[in-house]
């Protein structure tokens, strides 16, 4: 099996691949003051609760890591090493993607921004735009001959709603969630209004730009743990794959894995 490991500023996403089928997958927190073996139990719980039996750990034979936290490294790396015996394969500088990446200075792309051109493009050999709602919200466009292309870069929905509870002193906490209506009769429908339909509105906006620029109608994919959620109300957004960073570590394995 493979484990594909996707570290993010604010959440890590795991991946189990029994072939090219993803069986289980788990999000945990991204926290760099946890030790190896903090991240070994947590790890080893989450085999649990999924109702695999600690000795399957073993059929683990690969792993895979895409990092952009690098503090995270000097954990996830002896961790591989420490609990399953293995050296995980890092996405980074020098590594096989099967994409050409246009950019001033490739190493500064985020390598998740990379996995999810390359799964966007295994999947649907189209040009697109993804769209990953992360700690900060990416839009990278892909050329219908399959190369990175560059795009742009914004302030999360959630870092966002927080600069704001944490300078509006009397602005109360919400969840983030759709309003009945658009112009409402509460703070709380104002903010999630607020939240919701500007989010929407800064997707679309985007998108409408890139795609004005290329001068062509991209597929846009949205991918992150809020976009189900936006993908409702952005119209410009065709397509939800949720699991699109996790799928491009395993073909970008399956690349290198010789």
Same mark, same amino acid.
């Given at each position: 099996?493979?484990? #594909?490991?996707? #570290?993010?500023?604010?959440?890590?996403?795991?991946?189990?691949?029994?072939?090219?089928?993803?069986?289980?997958?788990?999000?945990?927190?991204?926290? &760099?003051?946890?030790?190896?073996? $903090?991240?070994?139990?947590?790890?080893?719980?989450?085999?649990?609760?999924?109702?695999?039996?600690?000795?399957?750990?073993?059929?683990?034979?690969?792993?895979? /890591?895409?990092?952009?936290?690098?503090?995270?490294?000097? &954990?996830l790396e002896?961790?591989?090493?420490?609990?399953?015996? /293995?050296?995980?394969?890092?996405?980074?500088?020098?590594?096989?993607?099967?994409?050409?990446?246009?950019?001033?200075?490739?190493?500064?792309?985020?390598a998740d921004?990379?996995?999810?051109?390359?799964?966007?493009?295994?999947?649907?050999?189209?040009?697109?735009?993804?769209?990953?709602?992360?700690?900060?919200?990416?839009?990278?466009? #892909?050329?219908?001959?399959?190369?990175?292309? %560059?795009?742009?870069?914004?302030? %999360?929905?959630?870092?966002?709603?927080?600069?704001?509870?944490?300078?509006?002193?009397?602005?109360?906490?919400?969840?983030?969630?759709?309003?009945?209506?658009?112009?409402?009769?509460?703070?709380?429908?104002?903010?999630?209004?607020?939240?919701?339909?500007?989010?929407?509105?800064?997707?679309? %906006?985007? #998108?409408?730009?890139?795609?004005?620029?290329?001068?062509?109608?991209?597929?846009? /994919?949205?991918?992150? %743990?809020?976009?189900?959620?936006?993908?409702?109300?952005?119209?410009?957004?065709?397509?939800? $794959? $949720?699991?699109?960073?996790?799928?491009?570590?395993?073909l970008i394995?399956?690349?290198?894995?010789?």
């Amino acid at each position: 099996m493979l484990l #594909v490991i996707d #570290v993010g500023n604010t959440n890590t996403v795991l991946g189990l691949y029994y072939e090219d089928k993803l069986v289980h997958d788990w999000r945990i927190r991204t926290e &760099i003051d946890h030790t190896i073996d $903090e991240y070994g139990v947590l790890i080893l719980n989450l085999y649990q609760t999924s109702r695999m039996k600690i000795n399957e750990i073993k059929t683990i034979s690969a792993i895979i /890591i895409s990092c952009v936290v690098p503090p995270m490294l000097n &954990i996830l790396e002896p961790l591989c090493v420490k609990y399953f015996n /293995i050296k995980p394969l890092i996405v980074g500088p020098g590594i096989k993607t099967g994409m050409p990446i246009f950019y001033d200075n490739p190493k500064e792309v985020g390598a998740d921004r990379i996995v999810n051109a390359v799964a966007a493009y295994d999947k649907y050999h189209k040009e697109s735009i993804i769209v990953d709602f992360g700690t900060a919200t990416t839009f990278d466009y #892909v050329s219908p001959n399959g190369e990175y292309m %560059g795009g742009c870069i914004a302030p %999360g929905i959630v870092i966002s709603s927080e600069a704001l509870f944490a300078r509006a002193s009397k602005l109360p906490r919400v969840e983030f969630s759709k309003p009945k209506n658009i112009i409402t009769k509460d703070t709380v429908s104002a903010i999630q209004a607020g939240i919701m339909y500007g989010y929407a509105g800064l997707v679309d %906006g985007i #998108v409408g730009r890139m795609k004005a620029e290329v001068k062509t109608n991209p597929l846009v /994919i949205a991918t992150g %743990g809020l976009a189900r959620i936006v993908a409702k109300e952005a119209k410009s957004i065709d397509k939800i $794959e $949720e699991m699109l960073t996790l799928e491009g570590l395993r073909l970008i394995y399956d690349l290198n894995k010789k």
